[in-house]
């Protein structure tokens, strides 16, 4: 090794000790009579300390030093004078006796701090100097001790990681695949796994009995705001056993990462049917951090003359506790929020219970007080608060009330990252019916098991069709979801067919998997968790991108690598492929 | 969970207990008034027992399973009277009084034993079936145990593993890249790596300072035997290091995999040079298990008159420990082995030294007794040895020497795969002329750093300075490779330029890490080991497919899922290509 030490270990235990430490310039002070250099490497950062009288020639030496030059440095461990115990290397200095300068650098295009002067695009332009920044570096540090915990955790739990392939082949259902043209089989492609679900559904019949993957998976969807083309899951699959079983054993998992990474210890996670989640809450990944719970006016409200809730299909509001005083201006934001295109409400209705005890509301001329008694009733509200409603479309209603919740919440300090609230909704519908295409579409995937009990129902209502389908939900993020499988080929098929798959494309598409089950197929289910998203939220972010090395930006772009790019004729011309405008 | 136990843990502690287990039949025996049952799952295999006498009816139900149906059985735990020492359950049985068919089989194409009666191709087709084979499974299961070992290791050495991109950029150096057609970018590709070797260094600039991952990575190769498309790697880098401190970190590791998975003890691995490796082996991934190392002889047969040895460039043998024996037919077998086209000798030349001291040769009539004693002295040999020679130009006789050398240790059962000899191969030559296209080709990659003291060559005899680059080989196998990098920008444009790179291409293809020098890259190096070839090494296997949960055939196909495929045109439109022959 170049170094007897790293950058962020030198204590006073090591005082008066002869060190050599290898790292970067992080910042340089010049004080006349002394110099200081803030020394860092991926430990930590130790001041070395330059005196003029002590050692002129040296000194002077430092002061050329520019900001990320990379040097060997050799010296003494000392007690610092001017001590900072915010960092675990304050309390010393280097007085240094030797400097070798591995290597120059030119001036960086943006300042190595937390707080950077660097914008995004030049970030990801030199995303190596971005990941130099202490909380970027923090946050891929988090990143791989949580990998290492839930592998340890899984492997604990006799689960084996297999590793399924990434050169597999397209299948229309789903959002988009890559595809990788074969070169030695001219015209045919392999493409790039959406998930390993069928893979990881064969493992369960090959016997493996708990199998998981941190594994990478690839989407070509038009980017939101961050999504990423590829992106890593945490895939499970287990055997022999019921739903019960997955909630238990990732429960587990989850906690103990809580435990580990957080410090934070939770007892049984809540678990709320989808039916309820839309009900409470209009929306099927509830942020529990706080109550806010849905009440519904229908029965009270009709046919009192208001023709927006005579014909709305459904009136439903939430209680803000303690917002009586909300301004006029306030409401009126309010309004303008539950309007706006993407949220699609058409108004808001409020009601004030004074701390007199009486009630003001904007509809005060269809109701008189002892209706609006019943109001409060139902909403258990309490002198002081603030009741909001909104009516319309079931559905529509439902999301924009969710969106206000939200929108209240954020205003009230209700979502704060260091809190936690995970859950699990479960029994999700099996089928979700499409407009567009006029058709029925898995909500989970085809390979999702009804509840036995709904079985009936199948072909006479399959949109009351409940499926063993279960998401984690935590602050309002699904962190993951999967289901219960199916494993019988007759059952298999009947699900193919509602789906609208006829028997070839079904044979073509998932012949090998149909064929399978033939052969002894187990009981099993699994779930997939979304292993950047859950980073992210453990480190208390939003963004995915930053628990990502080296991520692709919105137009699926790799701006430091300059990638996607053209590519040779030769090649083209080799995968029997051109391109056409 | 629908089962109490599994079918690997039950023993006489558990006698009398009352249990459900959950598994395939594997075998049935129906011997009239018993029947027994051999229910499998992962872990192993319990013996079902139904008596007529007891229970009529589950008896007869038992008799009408078949091979793979999928049970749930209860009963209750006995001690066997017939006892199986050689599986933990063997001495136990279950007194079933119930079972349950959770699903039924059809016939397997081919028997679930490790002597199956299946051919390659058929359980390639049904690999979920080939999977279920005990020999098969305990393959994964050891590539999983190999995994968590590894990372867990370098995790306690402070690497961190970091994912870095599937989707990056084509470069036309090294073997053939596959490509994916961006939808969003029309006629741009990416490509998948054939490894992380530019990130990974990236990684070091950003300060990383020890990187690791398993990682898939592509080659899109006319595939030979035993090569896959895809495969895993082991991907290690360190920065403030020399090689020295890559060479004890790996070999660290390697021995904590040894000992963990094969309860062996190794010392310091042997280290030879390159240049060693060829005089002494012809080869730079030498089979140390066996000593027979090459002998030059071109100082003493040469003028002899023996047109052959005179006009060799190079005349070398090898000495067979009392192979003296060898019959006619046998050393015509050797010399019919080295004149195949792919050993490409011209002839064998052979000296018996016979156990009564005298001498007997294929070349008497042109070296006399005394000659042929300085043959004997050359080669250290004893009576009962047996001496084989071969002659011409270098490299191919050296190659021809060396594929003799293996094919002796072969027939003298030398080459144990439970024995396991492991050294390190250094000092390779930086460059690699090709004949073919008239330039040199970097012979580990364009980014290894020449050794500083040959640098003054690199101008006037490129072909002899050495990188300080390094192969992990056991048993004749290269198990991974590596270089200290040049982190210089200056002498990595010099070596691009040398490899006949115009400053155009060199700014395309590698300007981004170019770049990076600038902004004060660190010294590093490291190491990539196959990880396929490592887990096929310890479980004492040559085929890497054998580690492979679902490996292509030599065709780059998936005949289970029949891929590559032809797509939709909808989607080649979206894609803006069009397949032309």
């Known amino acids: 090794m170049l170094r007897t030490h790293t950058c962020g270990e030198l204590t006073l235990k090591n005082k008066e000790q002869h060190v050599t430490l290898c790292g970067w310039v992080h910042k340089s002070r010049d004080l006349g009579g002394m110099t200081f250099i803030d020394l860092r490497d991926r430990y930590g950062i130790t001041q070395l300390a330059f005196n003029m009288e002590v050692n002129k020639e040296i000194c002077e030496q430092a002061r050329t030093l520019g900001r990320e030059y990379v040097l060997k440095v050799t010296g003494i461990v000392k007690e610092r004078s001017n001590k ?4 675990p290397t304050g309390e ?12 120059k650098s030119i001036i960086p295009p943006f300042t190595i701090e937390d707080n950077t002067d660097g914008g995004e695009e030049l970030r990801m332009k030199y995303r190596y100097l971005d990941l130099r920044r202490n909380v970027v570096k923090q946050n891929l540090l988090l990143r791989h001790k949580v990998a290492i915990e ?14 399924t392939p990434v050169l597999i082949k397209s299948t229309p259902e789903g959002a988009r695949d890559f595809v990788v043209p074969s070169r030695m089989n001219p015209g045919e492609f392999y493409a790039l796994p959406q998930s390993p679900q069928t893979f990881k559904q064969l493992l369960m019949i090959a016997g493996f009995d708990r199998y998981f993957q941190l594994v990478k998976c690839f989407r070509d969807e038009d980017l939101r705001a961050d999504r990423q083309p590829e992106f890593t899951q945490i895939d499970c699959e287990m055997s022999f056993i019921t739903q019960e079983d997955i909630l238990n054993t990732f429960e ?6 809580f435990k580990i ?15 309820d989640a839309m009900k409470y809450y209009g929306c099927d990944k509830p942020d529990i951090r706080f109550d806010m719970k849905f009440v519904e006016l229908n029965e009270i409200v009709k046919n009192k003359g208001f023709k927006v809730f005579d014909d709305a299909e459904l009136v439903i509001g939430i209680c803000a506790k303690g917002c009586v005083e909300y301004s006029r201006k306030q409401l009126d934001e309010l309004t303008e929020f539950v309007k706006k295109p993407q949220i699609g409400a058409t108004g808001l209705v409020y009601l004030r219970y004074n701390t007199d005890g009486s009630i003001k509301s904007s509809v005060d001329k269809f109701y008189n007080q002892a209706e609006l008694d019943k109001w409060i009733e ?39 990252p260091k809190v936690f609230a995970p859950l699990w909704v479960v029994d999700f519908p099996l089928l979700e019916w499409d407009e567009e295409t006029n058709r029925f579409y898995a909500k989970h995937h085809p390979f999702t098991a009804p509840k036995p009990e709904d079985i009936p129902l199948i072909d006479k209502s ?27 080929k007759d059952l298999q098929n009947r699900m193919l067919h509602l789906l609208g798959f006829s028997e070839e494309d079904a044979q073509a598409q998932f012949g090998f998997l149909m064929n399978a089950f033939q052969y002894g197929a187990p009981p099993h289910g699994g779930i997939a968790l979304g292993f950047d998203r859950l980073c992210a939220l453990l480190g208390g972010s939003d963004s995915i991108r930053d628990y990502i090395a080296f991520p692709k930006n919105n137009a699926g ?4 690598i300059d990638s996607p790019a053209k590519i040779s004729d030769v090649q083209l011309k080799e995968l029997h492929i051109t391109i056409h405008n």
Do not use: C, W
């Open 84 to 87: 900072n115990l915010k960092i």
């Open 92 to 103: 010393i200095e280097i007085f240094v006796s030797n400097i070798e300068i591995l290597n």
């Open 150 to 163: 839930i592998r340890n955790y899984l492997n604990h739990q006799s689960f084996i990681e297999i590793e």
């Open 252 to 257: 587990g998992l989850a906690k103990h990462l």
């Open 261 to 275: 990474i957080k410090d934070i210890v939770f007892k049984e996670f809540l678990r709320i049917s989808y039916a």
């Open 378 to 416: 139902q909403f258990k509200a309490l002198p002081g608060d603030l009741i909001l409603v909104l009516a319309g479309n079931k559905e529509k209603t439902q999301k924009a009330l969710s969106e206000l919740r939200l929108e209240m919440a954020n205003r009230l300090g209700f979502r704060d």
């Open 462 to 488: 399959p949109a009351e069709v409940r499926a063993n389908a279960y998401d984690l939900v935590v602050n309002g993020v699904e962190i993951g979801g999967g289901s219960i499988r199916i494993f019988d």
């Open 557 to 560: 772009r790799d701006v430091m």
